[in-house]
């Protein structure tokens, strides 16, 4: 054994992107994560090969267990069920500052922002924008066939649709329809925002929505909001009237385990952003790892698989 090299860091991109926890308590036993439910049965995790642990309802965590998800940078998410709202998130202290650098880059950069911009018009709507447009002309297009969209899934599930309208002070006033919407929206911002997180990206840097603290978040939530949680608050709208928030999060809830849509969204983040056709900036010689090897000794191999 002591013949044995150390375990070399796992890559961020070689890692299983996310693991949702709940009911239980994540400690550290042996140097790796431990899920210990009720009943005492243990859940050994992978030190080291999970970028990110979306912590759901039920779920209580050690002070160790946070010590070692900074040490390998493995991102901790507190979230509601199946990731429909975000509530806090840990930064790893293996975290690096190449993807966030990218980032700011394509944004600050006009010509690499508007092709960044016309790659998300491009997914969204399924065909090239038009020619010679600005960032602001594409977004009034985009308003137009947004409105256009609404009212033609209105009309398929029979739902009586006037606009996009609601008072955030005056919730319950509200047509059934907005409020609807309003939910399911909000549930695809949490996954959204736990995405980009996990992905090491920063949500207040945005590309069509700007000068806001989610504005990435609504920029790439708009990207799926069509093809996941509008046809599902349309859906509720047009059969439910009591506790019509409550089933809509639970609709998305169980929409977005069967889609798997939180795997999806990283790779999407990684197209949009890859259509500014900047070089991603090298990771600094100085950075820390994202994962360490064991002085002591290498334990068990299965804690580092």
Not at 11 to 40: P, Q, T
Request: neutral net charge; charged residues 25%.
């Amino acid at each position: 054994m002591n013949g044995l090299p150390p375990p070399k860091p796992i890559m961020m991109k070689e890692r299983v992107s996310m693991l949702f926890l709940e009911y239980g308590e994540l400690d550290v036993l042996d140097g790796a994560f431990v899920l210990i439910d009720k009943n005492g049965v243990r859940t050994a995790i992978p030190v080291g090969s999970v970028a990110c642990l979306m912590l759901q309802p039920g779920t209580r965590v050690s002070h160790a267990a946070v010590v070692l998800a900074s040490r390998v940078g493995t991102l901790l998410v507190w979230v509601g069920e199946g990731g429909v709202r975000l509530y806090a998130a840990g930064q790893p202290g293996g975290a690096r500052a190449d993807r966030l650098l990218y980032q700011a880059k394509l944004a600050l950069d006009d010509t690499a922002r508007l092709k960044v911009v016309r790659k998300m018009y491009h997914i969204r709507f399924g065909e090239e924008p038009p020619l010679r447009r600005s960032i602001e002309q594409l977004r009034g297009i985009e308003g137009a066939r947004v409105r256009n969209m609404y009212q033609m899934l209105a009309g398929q599930y029979g739902v009586n649709w006037n606009r996009r309208n609601y008072d955030t002070e005056k919730w319950d006033i509200g047509d059934i329809p907005n409020r609807c919407l309003s939910a399911a929206t909000s549930c695809l911002y949490g996954v959204c925002e736990a995405a980009i997180l996990a992905a090491g990206y920063a949500p207040a840097i945005g590309f069509i929505h700007t000068g806001k603290p989610q504005s990435f978040v609504y920029d790439i939530a708009d990207v799926f909001k069509f093809q996941t949680v509008v046809p599902i608050a349309f859906k509720i709208a047009a059969k439910e009237h009591t506790d019509i928030e409550r089933k809509v999060r639970l609709a998305c809830r169980d929409a977005f385990r069967e889609w798997r849509v939180m795997h999806d969204i990283i790779p999407f983040i990684e197209e949009i952003l890859a259509a500014g056709e900047m070089e991603k900036p090298a990771p600094h010689e100085e950075a820390m790892p994202v994962a360490i090897p064991n002085e002591e000794g290498v334990g068990d191999a299965g804690h580092r698989s």
